[in-house]
């Protein structure tokens, strides 16, 4: 039998009287991956912060190698050899890559080349293409993950915790994440490993705990369980996998809501063309830095296009060009980000306070609204996207990363919009809460707005989509009828 790392014993954690774990046993051997899987809200978060010493357990035992320990900050937990990859990245962004990466490691005398030759060193061992010395604020979702990782691995734990690693990663990026994961437990080390990619979780983990409604529900051998056994224990049920919906006539999509025309903008989008039509799903894929986001951007009004030769958007066959997003909201378009915690939420409001400057922020908003009406208005989209929270005054940064991701839809929904936008929309989200965002996609097109879907999950563009774009270099280089279209087909042409 291997060390054992971490032992915890009816571990329990409360806020305001309400549980967010109780009574969890959880334990990790050198050498091993230990898989945390369930529902947004089962409590995997919280476990692991407070392993972390993000967070005071209230109740139960910790132990560290045998020795019992009660962290009252994320140094103690360093101090300890434990590191964590939060699915939200916790990096500096007016610092570079190399900065952050050393991060709690400063020397009293530091040459910045050899700080950037380091992280440099670093990074390539593990793949990940980033440039040391680029400041954080201007990279993207998936580098700022690889900076995290990498900050991680600096700090030579023994024991390392991944909260979501894969979620802004390409397959390509996953395989050497999983490689370098494979390379950790081969030299003893302890991984815990938090996805709701429940296929990566028994591949790359030997044990699976699956966590619901805050309590250990089981612990099962990763090689000798099923995805479907491990979902039955989640939720208490067999949900089917995606399907995809039968296609819409093609007279259904009659009116043309959006058009875009030659889209430029600098070197990362270029010659971008394509329409929505009302009534349909417009799936968008394609690998990372194809300028699918920029495109939904400039669209949005987040970013503005080439002023000369920029190309054209045009909304129900009139010319637009928008300098802020809320021109684009009063028009009736909405982007839903794939950023959440940067540009989707004011995280120490409430739901309800969140959900009225939605509702603030589109044409029929209203400035003022009572307390009770801004209660009612979080309770009837807490209801229809199922938002779970310890109660209805709950914080935005109180709620699992699956819940928070509701939030920023239900936010933007709450306009009622034309052309609504949804980048990465299940980033995040529980296999239960995956099925609902889907369903909510479809309703949306049959109540006749045109839906533009993003994502780098080709089975769900499959799932959604009645037509779907692929592109590369800043181009549409390909367009697939749901029938036509295959996973084989898409990557064909976002690769070559």
Same mark, same amino acid.
């Given at each position: 039998?291997?060390?054992?790392?971490?032992?915890?014993?009816?571990?329990?954690?409360?806020?305001?009287?309400?549980?967010?774990?109780?009574?969890?046993?959880?334990?990790?051997?050198?050498?091993?991956?230990?898989?945390?899987?369930?529902?947004?809200?089962?409590?995997?978060?919280?476990?692991?912060?407070?392993?972390?010493?993000?967070?005071?357990?209230?109740?139960? %035992? @910790? $132990?560290? /190698? &045998?020795?019992?320990?009660?962290?009252?900050?994320?140094?103690?937990?360093?101090?300890?050899? #434990? =590191?964590?990859?939060?699915?939200?990245?916790?990096?500096?962004?007016?610092?570079?890559?190399?900065?952050?990466?050393?991060?709690?490691?400063?020397?009293?005398?530091?040459?910045?080349?050899?700080?950037?030759?380091?992280?440099?060193?670093?990074?390539?061992?593990?793949?990940?293409?980033?440039?040391?010395?680029?400041?954080?604020?201007?990279?993207?979702?998936?580098?700022?993950?690889?900076?995290?990782?990498?900050?991680?691995?600096?700090?030579?734990?023994?024991?390392?915790?991944?909260?979501?690693?894969?979620?802004?990663?390409?397959?390509?990026?996953?395989?050497?994440?999983?490689?370098?994961?494979? %390379? @950790? $437990?081969? /030299? &003893?080390?302890?991984?815990?490993?938090?996805?709701?990619?429940?296929?990566?979780?028994?591949? #790359? =983990?030997?044990?699976?705990?699956?966590?619901?409604?805050?309590?250990?529900?089981?612990?099962?051998?990763?090689?000798?369980?099923?995805?479907?056994?491990?979902?039955?224990?989640?939720?208490?049920?067999?949900?089917?996998?995606?399907?995809?919906?039968?296609?819409?006539?093609?007279?259904?999509?009659?009116?043309?809501?959006?058009?875009?025309?030659?889209?430029?903008?600098?070197?990362?989008?270029?010659?971008?063309?394509?329409?929505?039509?009302?009534?349909?799903?417009?799936?968008?894929?394609?690998?990372?830095?194809?300028?699918?986001?920029?495109?939904?951007?400039?669209?949005?009004?987040?970013?503005?296009?080439? $002023?000369?030769? &920029?190309?054209?958007?045009?909304?129900?066959?009139?010319?637009?060009?928008?300098?802020?997003?809320?021109?684009?909201?009063?028009?009736?378009?909405?982007?839903?980000?794939?950023?959440?915690?940067?540009?989707?939420?004011?995280?120490?409001?409430?739901?309800?306070?969140?959900?009225?400057?939605?509702?603030?922020?589109?044409?029929?908003?209203?400035?003022?609204?009572?307390?009770?009406?801004?209660?009612?208005?979080?309770?009837?989209?807490?209801?229809?996207?199922?938002?779970?929270?310890?109660?209805?005054?709950?914080?935005?940064?109180?709620?699992?990363?699956?819940?928070?991701?509701?939030?920023?839809?239900?936010?933007?929904?709450?306009?009622?919009?034309?052309?609504?936008?949804?980048?990465?929309?299940?980033?995040?989200?529980?296999? &239960?809460?995956?099925?609902?965002?889907?369903?909510?996609?479809?309703?949306?097109?049959?109540?006749?707005?045109?839906?533009?879907?993003?994502?780098?999950?080709?089975?769900?563009?499959?799932?959604?989509?009645?037509?779907?774009?692929?592109?590369?270099?800043?181009?549409?280089?390909?367009?697939?009828?749901?029938?036509?279209?295959?996973?084989?087909?898409?990557?064909?042409?976002?690769?070559?």
């Amino acid at each position: 039998m291997s060390e054992l790392l971490v032992e915890m014993a009816r571990v329990t954690k409360t806020y305001r009287g309400v549980h967010a774990i109780r009574d969890v046993d959880f334990d990790l051997r050198a050498g091993e991956v230990h898989a945390l899987v369930g529902e947004n809200g089962a409590g995997k978060s919280t476990l692991c912060k407070v392993l972390a010493g993000a967070v005071q357990h209230s109740a139960g %035992e @910790l $132990r560290i /190698a &045998g020795e019992p320990v009660n962290f009252r900050r994320p140094h103690d937990a360093l101090e300890h050899g #434990i =590191a964590m990859v939060y699915q939200e990245t916790s990096l500096v962004p007016t610092m570079t890559a190399a900065q952050n990466i050393e991060l709690g490691h400063e020397k009293l005398l530091t040459r910045f080349r050899s700080l950037n030759i380091g992280a440099q060193q670093l990074l390539q061992s593990m793949n990940f293409h980033v440039d040391p010395t680029a400041y954080v604020s201007t990279l993207g979702a998936a580098k700022k993950q690889m900076v995290e990782i990498a900050r991680a691995l600096r700090s030579e734990a023994r024991i390392v915790i991944f909260d979501e690693p894969t979620a802004s990663l390409t397959p390509e990026e996953t395989l050497h994440l999983f490689t370098v994961i494979d %390379e @950790l $437990r081969a /030299a &003893g080390l302890g991984i815990i490993y938090v996805s709701h990619a429940l296929e990566e979780s028994l591949k #790359i =983990a030997d044990r699976v705990t699956v966590l619901r409604d805050g309590e250990r529900v089981a612990c099962l051998d990763a090689k000798q369980t099923s995805r479907d056994e491990i979902v039955r224990h989640m939720v208490g049920r067999s949900l089917g996998t995606a399907r995809a919906a039968a296609p819409r006539e093609p007279g259904a999509r009659r009116r043309r809501v959006l058009e875009v025309e030659n889209l430029i903008l600098g070197t990362v989008v270029k010659n971008m063309s394509f329409s929505a039509y009302a009534g349909e799903v417009l799936g968008i894929a394609g690998l990372i830095g194809s300028g699918r986001t920029e495109t939904a951007k400039i669209i949005a009004g987040a970013l503005k296009r080439n $002023r000369i030769h &920029g190309g054209r958007v045009l909304l129900n066959g009139k010319p637009v060009r928008y300098r802020v997003p809320k021109q684009a909201i009063d028009d009736g378009i909405v982007y839903i980000t794939e950023d959440r915690k940067l540009d989707g939420y004011f995280e120490t409001m409430t739901i309800a306070e969140n959900l009225y400057l939605g509702q603030l922020a589109s044409r029929r908003g209203q400035w003022w609204l009572s307390r009770s009406r801004r209660r009612a208005l979080a309770k009837e989209w807490s209801e229809r996207l199922r938002i779970k929270a310890i109660n209805a005054d709950a914080k935005i940064v109180e709620l699992s990363g699956g819940n928070q991701q509701k939030v920023v839809v239900g936010k933007s929904l709450v306009a009622d919009p034309e052309v609504v936008i949804f980048d990465e929309p299940t980033r995040g989200v529980d296999v &239960g809460a995956i099925e609902e965002i889907h369903q909510l996609i479809r309703r949306l097109a049959d109540e006749g707005k045109a839906v533009i879907v993003i994502s780098s999950y080709l089975p769900e563009v499959l799932a959604v989509s009645d037509r779907i774009l692929v592109t590369r270099f800043g181009r549409t280089v390909a367009e697939f009828s749901r029938a036509e279209a295959t996973q084989e087909k898409i990557m064909y042409a976002a690769i070559f």
